[in-house]
């Protein structure tokens, strides 16, 4: 730091509010400083930065794949949030072999130079009931459901799926066909919950499930199966792919959407990538959902409480297209 000082003809301070991206430096003056900063090939010490200031400025994010598209998204509106406020993200894989529990996945994150960790859960995962975070490092879950330890934040899967069911019933249809994502996800198990008890509650029939794995293939081999039920009117698809793949798929067996079928999926992930999409679905706020839960983990690293047990709802967007037909008309 003393080097760039000199070499740009100011202060060791100024060189540290430049490092440090404060405003407090004129544009002019910046710009010398970072000039020589790339002439000497500076770069800050991160280690002497959170010895001095007690922190890293640098959250953990841990997470089961990288792939999926709200991981993604919620990924995306972690690291906007983080660039906001001038910290940086680590990001670790949950390992597909060894010890699988929300302890070890925090305690691996722990090694790094971190100040805090979100831990994204769309997976069951062990450890998670009565799960406390080690004292000198604070969690924040994005999960479905509250958790005693930690401050948790979702959308509402419960709560979409209860919605779709009364829309779709409203609508005149006798009841609704579900496709539920994969067992192992948190939110698919929700999701189906959702749509059985509001089924339950409104007295209709409660159809056989089907199991998908979020794939458009998967929802493509429902939609073939569900286009010989006669029974059938409604489905319901737990994400936009599989709904796409079952309108696919009735469509190769013979019927027309809506005409014969309505179909409703959920996340809107396929907007600008499906040309004239016409599927009304449940948008999730995937990108708040990723800012919210940087909010709560950087508030907690800056010494306030954010509160436990309970969880932070995001609600969903009910966006209505093309694919669903009243049958009341």
């Excluded at 286009?227 to 469509?251: F, W």
Aim: one cysteine or more.
């Amino acid at each position: 730091m003393q080097d760039v000082a000199k070499e740009a003809g100011v202060s060791p301070q100024t060189v540290s509010r430049v490092a440090n991206g404060s405003d407090a430096v004129r544009p002019d003056t910046r710009q010398r400083v970072e000039a020589a900063m790339e002439r000497l090939g500076y770069r800050p010490n991160y280690a002497a930065r959170a010895l001095k200031h007690g922190s890293f400025r640098n959250i953990g994010v841990v997470l089961f794949n990288m792939t999926t598209f709200g991981n993604s998204r919620i990924l995306n509106g972690i690291l906007n949030a983080a660039i906001a406020d001038h910290y940086s993200i680590t990001v670790q894989l949950i390992p597909t072999s060894g010890e699988r529990t929300l302890s070890a996945a925090v305690d691996r994150m722990k090694q790094q130079p971190v100040d805090g960790v979100i831990v994204l859960l769309e997976q069951r995962i062990a450890g998670f009931a009565g799960y406390q975070p080690p004292k000198d490092l604070p969690v924040v879950l994005v999960t479905e459901g509250a958790a005693d330890h930690c401050p948790t934040v979702d959308a509402d899967q419960y709560g979409c799926s209860t919605a779709i069911v009364d829309y779709l019933m409203s609508k005149g249809h006798r009841t609704v066909y579900h496709i539920a994502g994969p067992a192992s996800s948190r939110a698919a198990e929700s999701r189906a919950r959702g749509w059985r008890e509001a089924l339950e509650q409104l007295g209709a029939p409660v159809p056989d499930m089907y199991i998908g794995n979020w794939d458009a293939d998967s929802g493509y081999q429902a939609g073939m199966a569900l286009a010989h039920n006669p029974d059938c009117t409604a489905i319901y698809a737990a994400n936009d792919q599989m709904a796409y793949g079952a309108i696919q798929g009735l469509k190769a067996a013979g019927k027309r959407v809506p005409e014969d079928m309505s179909v409703v999926g959920v996340d809107d992930s396929l907007v600008n990538m499906v040309p004239r999409l016409d599927l009304t679905t449940m948008r999730m706020k995937f990108n708040e959902i990723g800012a919210t839960a940087f909010s709560m983990i950087r508030r907690q690293c800056e010494g306030e409480k954010v509160p436990v047990g309970t969880k932070t709802v995001i609600p969903a967007e009910f966006v209505e297209r093309g694919s669903v037909r009243d049958l009341n008309e």
